[in-house]
């Protein structure tokens, strides 16, 4: 049986992520009362739903009002102060030992977002870092990824020294202003590619990093392994489910026995997520063919096989049906 977190789960320590959103919205002079509205936080809870946490941000980005503020909690996020954990990460030699350690310590280290970390070879070789969501969050998610995003930019150019080249995608049209996302992040800046992803050249996975070690992170990836790592959210878990099964194509019901509950528990628990099945396989299969699509430069044709479609017309259809765009269009737009 899979194991995983609901958005209702007491599970992120009160002491880390929450104190420094709180702690951050205090110093721009944010009053407590309107960023503890509808919480339900007690004083000296130990742990927060991620329920609970969504609604603080929530409170946080209305009460301060202000463009940068996803940016700004986004430059204290990472490494974090999670143990063993946090310092694995601190200690890495380089940038692909970072992105490695943080998909694995997800749950720990960025439990509202999954960091999914692809790689491919060939002369145009490189890595992705697709964000997606653990526990849902519609209203909020643009700023989660702006947030997420920036954090991971700051850390690298902390452990490497050098701001990297990294090229961003995202599943939303361009905003007003973009001045924020520039600063930030820099200016290779894609809208309404559907899906929220940094990508960078392979040239710079191992380049070493002045501030690793390999051994120090090494000696604290065992120490956090003996830790535990905690179940990943909802979402998350079955996005990698979907992801390892999808060219069987995964049913509910096959899910669902794989996840130990009922096709209708499933489905009551992805709608408290504000999600359904059937979204979720679709984000699924839009993610692997558009990385079928931009690192395998694959055709219609491959596309459609490997996802377990009869023909290309039937899967164009779809992919029409996923995205709003044929194909052909999005894939010359890569």
């Known amino acids: 049986m899979i194991g995983y977190r609901q958005a209702g789960d ?19 002079d944010a009053a407590d009362a309107a960023l503890l509205r509808g919480t339900g936080l007690a004083p000296m809870a ?3 739903t991620p329920e609970q946490y969504l609604r603080l941000l929530a409170n946080t980005f209305k009460a301060l009002d202000s463009p940068d503020t996803s940016f700004m909690l986004g430059q204290q996020l990472l490494p974090g102060h999670d143990g063993a954990l946090s310092h694995a990460l601190l200690q ?3 940038l692909r030992h970072a992105l490695t350690t943080l998909c694995a310590g997800h749950a720990r280290l960025t439990p509202l977002l999954r960091p999914h970390l692809q790689l491919w070879d060939g002369a145009d070789g490189g890595a992705a870092v697709v964000w997606t969501d653990s526990f849902g969050a519609p209203g909020l998610r643009a700023a989660l990824v702006e947030m997420h995003m920036t954090a991971l930019v700051a850390l690298c150019r902390w452990l490497g020294g050098v701001r990297l080249p990294w090229r961003f995608t995202f599943n939303r049209a361009a905003p007003c202003h973009v001045e924020q996302h520039e600063v930030h992040l820099g200016g290779d800046l894609r809208f ?3 899906l929220d992803a940094m990508l960078i050249d392979a040239c710079w996975l191992d380049r070493p990093w002045p501030r690793g070690s390999a051994l120090a992170a090494a000696r604290a990836l065992q120490a956090a392994e003996q830790e535990g790592m905690p179940p990943a959210g909802l979402l998350a878990v079955l996005y990698d489910y979907l992801l390892a099964h999808v060219r069987l194509g995964p049913t509910l019901e096959g899910t669902a026995a794989a996840f130990g509950v ?4 499933l489905k009551r628990q992805l709608q408290r997520h504000g999600t359904h099945f059937q979204a979720e396989l679709d984000q699924v299969r839009t993610h692997v063919a558009l990385w079928l699509f931009h690192a395998r430069r694959a055709g219609n044709e491959a596309v459609a096989q490997y996802l377990g479609f009869h ?9 029409k049906r996923w995205t709003g765009q044929a194909p052909g269009l999005l894939r010359a737009g890569w």
């Open 192 to 194: 309404g590619c559907h």
């Open 262 to 265: 009922s096709p209708a528990t």
């Open 92 to 94: 890495a030699p380089t």
């Open 10 to 28: 007491a599970c992120i320590p009160a002491q880390l992520q929450p104190a420094q959103v709180l702690d951050y919205a205090r110093s721009r």
């Open 46 to 48: 130990p742990l927060l």
């Open 311 to 319: 023909d290309s017309a039937n899967f164009r259809r779809s992919f």
